[in-house]
């Protein structure tokens, strides 16, 4: 019988994934049925989201729909679909709600405390 070594890649993987959990979907419930958000943790979200925000983690209005693009994943055409006729004055807020479900980017304490709605979540 022989055994396979294990390639170096399947050995760096687990270590590197070995904390690793998948967090559990953001439910968009614009809509029935809501649209799932999978936390944005891919290596190719991850470095695309880095690249949308300048030296002090801040993103251009600009890039506001590739950051939220990037964000949403395979879910954003149903997303947008939704968000792109609503006031810009909602953006933020959606996009800093999904920042802090997920925890994925740097937010200063004084920018979540000015989130609307941001009262409705009590684990704060």
């Excluded at 943790?41 to 801040?58: C, H, K, P, R, V």
Aim: aromatic share 10%.
């Amino acid at each position: 019988m022989v055994v396979k070594k294990k390639s170096r890649w399947s050995i760096l993987k687990a270590e590197a994934t070995q904390n690793y959990t998948v967090r559990a979907p953001y439910e968009f419930d614009a809509v029935d049925p809501p649209i799932k958000i999978k936390a944005p943790d891919t290596i190719e979200q991850m470095l695309a989201i880095a690249a949308l925000l300048d030296n002090s983690g801040a993103v251009s209005e600009r890039d506001f729909k590739s950051f939220l693009a990037t964000f949403c994943g395979d879910s954003f055409p149903a997303v947008w679909e939704v968000l792109r006729h609503e006031p810009f004055a909602v953006l933020l807020p959606f996009v800093e709600e999904l920042n802090q479900y997920f925890g994925s980017l740097p937010v200063e304490d004084a920018e979540v405390e000015e989130i609307p709605g941001k009262e409705l979540d009590s684990s704060n």
